[in-house]
């Protein structure tokens, strides 16, 4: 019954079997506007608070500091390593063949980063603040998701 009330934990129980589940996930208004330019055009796309000029990245439709509008701004898709991790394991926890390199890449010209692949670069290389560019698919072969950006190169 869903008017129970448990306040004992022992008492919590569960019922066998399947439960269906069905969802379609959405990247919502913006998220739909930054994927549609980035596969389309291979463009990045920003929202700017039109009161208190916060840049958001990834886009939002409305500020969450003082819910004003925002209006889209194309940004140059360049950022900065904030923070890196090397994983040398898949998720199978077999060993990789090349280490692959994470990074937290803060976006030029917002206040917001991506976390994503770094490419043609040896785990020796990289720094905190290093410049950064994407590489992305061949428009034939995007999508509009997050894998049409291959990685990120130093600039
Ligand atoms: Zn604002």
């Keep these: 019954m869903f008017n129970e009330k448990i306040v004992d934990p022992a008492e919590l129980r569960h019922w066998g079997g399947k439960v269906e589940l069905y969802w379609i996930y959405t990247s919502g208004n913006a998220g739909d506007e930054f ?3 980035l596969k389309d055009d291979g463009k990045f796309i920003s ?14 439709i409305y500020c969450e500091y003082d819910f004003s509008e925002t209006e889209y701004q194309e940004i ?32 030029e010209g917002t206040d917001g980063c991506i976390i994503h692949l ?29 894998n049409d950006i291959l990685y990120f190169k130093p600039s």
Excluded: H, N, W
């Excluded at 929202?47 to 939002?60: M, S």
């Excluded at 410049?131 to 997050?146: A, F």
């Design 118 to 146: 770094l490419g043609e670069v040896d785990e020796d290389q990289v720094e905190i603040g290093m410049e950064v560019e994407p590489v992305l698919k061949d428009k034939s072969e995007r999508r509009g998701d997050i």
């Design 76 to 107: 140059s898709g360049k950022g900065y390593v904030r923070a890196y991790t090397i994983a040398r394991l898949d998720i199978y926890e077999k060993p990789l063949e090349k280490p692959q390199i994470y990074a937290i890449i803060d976006m």
């Design 47 to 60: 929202a700017k608070c039109k009161k208190c000029g916060r840049v958001y990245f990834p886009p939002r």
């Design 35 to 37: 994927f549609k330019a």
